[in-house]
């Protein structure tokens, strides 16, 4: 009988073997599984990140979209962005740089051709109301109608050409009001910041003016006498103080700045600063909306959105109106003002370097980065064209005293 074995003990013994199979199988399967895991990770640390190729840390990485769009390669397992860009990349990129360009000569022509024509059409219609073309100029001029056509004009420009180039890129209009991280508290610092920035670029505004005053020359037309009634007044207050604010952040943050910051968010940020300044006409006026819109073209890459530049835009236009309200006042009035002011910029200095020593500072590119913008975008006639015109215009607008 010992020589047969026990069929309790073959099943047993069978069972472990089965135990001790199913236990290698899932040693094996978990080996198997931490092993793709390193290699998922591996590939992952060797290829782009779609929204940070450049793997720029400076950079607002949420703000300047896919990059594959540009670079297709993107998605190949592996691929890194080289130093010298290829053809494909140059010419999708270069496009971008282009529809900004685009956009900007659209908005100087259109806004020039229809204030030619609204006001032709107006005084038109005046003259043949009232018979005769005598005064009607005047007219026009001490009323709230050009005013009124100013205001119309870049409100239609504004929203319709950024419009135009957003489609025309792809950019959602949702993605730039779509805000992060943004706080009432932070809004206070950003207008108080904004105000010390403002009272650098009066003061170099008025240095400017006074080096051309001593060539015979002003950067300021004389327009007393301008829309002097007080619907004229209140139609200029509620364009300044409102309108222009939100329809040139949705043009120069919403679309321009994003169109341009596509490789290169240091670059967009200067380039559609310049922009923005030449589009206000004057040196004095550069000077201001040149180092404003550096500071509005920071925020909205931070929060990704134009809502915080708005915000800002506003509080400096109607800080700027009421200054200029309460210095017709009086002597004293004036001083008090510009004395609240000065106290206010002294905290604005504060809040700045409060701002900064949080790490915000202006992004920083890296060598390929360099390579994607002056470059590209100089390569770019309608980029290019775009500003020979405005600074054309800027110059002629210089009055000989």
Same mark, same amino acid.
């Given at each position: ?51 940070? *190729? ?142 010390? $920035? ?20 002003? #950067? ?24 222009? !604010? ?16 596509? #490789? ?14 030449? #589009?206000?006409?004057? +040196?004095?006026? @550069?000077?201001?909306? $040149? ?16 809502? !915080? ?31 609240? $002011? ?21 992004? #920083? *590119? ?15 006639? !309608? ?7 405005? +600074? ?7 009055? @000989?005293?």
């Amino acid at each position: 009988m010992d020589e047969f074995i026990n069929a309790d003990e073959h099943r047993a013994e069978v069972s472990g073997y089965v135990r001790e199979i199913c236990g290698l199988k899932e040693t094996i399967a978990e080996k198997d599984r931490q092993l793709n895991n390193k290699n998922r990770e591996l590939l992952k640390s060797i290829t782009s990140d779609k929204k940070n *190729p450049f793997d720029n840390p400076t950079d607002y990485k949420k703000f300047s979209g896919n990059y594959a769009e540009i670079q297709p390669r993107l998605g190949e397992p592996g691929y890194k962005i080289p130093m010298e860009i290829d053809e494909v990349e140059f010419r999708n990129l270069r496009r971008q740089y282009s529809i900004g360009g685009w956009c900007v000569i659209f908005h100087f022509i259109a806004s020039i051709i229809m204030s030619v024509f609204l006001n032709l059409g107006i005084k038109s219609v005046i003259t043949i109301i009232h018979g005769e073309e005598t005064g009607v100029a005047d007219y026009m001029y001490g009323s709230s109608i050009l005013v009124g056509i100013n205001m119309l004009v870049f409100l239609f420009c504004n929203i319709i050409v950024a419009k135009i180039g957003m489609n025309w890129a792809g950019i959602k209009s949702a993605s730039i009001i779509r805000t992060r991280d943004f706080t009432f508290g932070k809004g206070f610092q950003y207008c108080i910041i904004a105000l010390f $920035l403002w009272m650098i670029s009066v003061y170099a505004g008025t240095f400017a003016e006074t080096i051309l005053n001593k060539f015979g020359m002003t #950067a300021f037309a004389d327009q007393e006498g301008l829309g002097e009634t007080p619907i004229a007044l209140a139609v200029g207050y509620i364009y300044t103080c409102i309108i222009a !604010p939100i329809t040139e952040e949705l043009f120069y943050r919403g679309m321009l700045l994003k169109v341009f910051s596509r #490789a290169n968010q240091r670059f967009a940020i200067f380039a559609s600063a310049i922009f923005f300044g030449l #589009a206000h006409g004057n +040196v004095a006026q @550069f000077i201001l909306a $040149l180092i404003l819109g550096v500071f509005l073209a920071q925020i909205t890459m931070k929060h990704n959105s134009i809502i !915080p530049a708005i915000v800002v835009h506003i509080f400096i236009n109607t800080l700027s109106t009421v200054t200029g309200l309460v210095a017709d006042i009086s002597e004293t009035a004036s001083f008090i003002s510009m004395l609240v $002011l000065l106290i206010l910029s002294l905290l604005g200095i504060i809040l700045l370097l409060v701002f900064r020593s949080d790490g915000n500072r202006l992004p #920083a *590119p890296t060598p390929q980065q360099h390579r994607r913008g002056r470059a590209v975008a100089t390569s770019s006639l !309608p980029f290019l064209t775009a500003i020979v015109i405005q +600074v054309i215009y800027m110059a002629y607008t210089l009055k @000989f005293n």
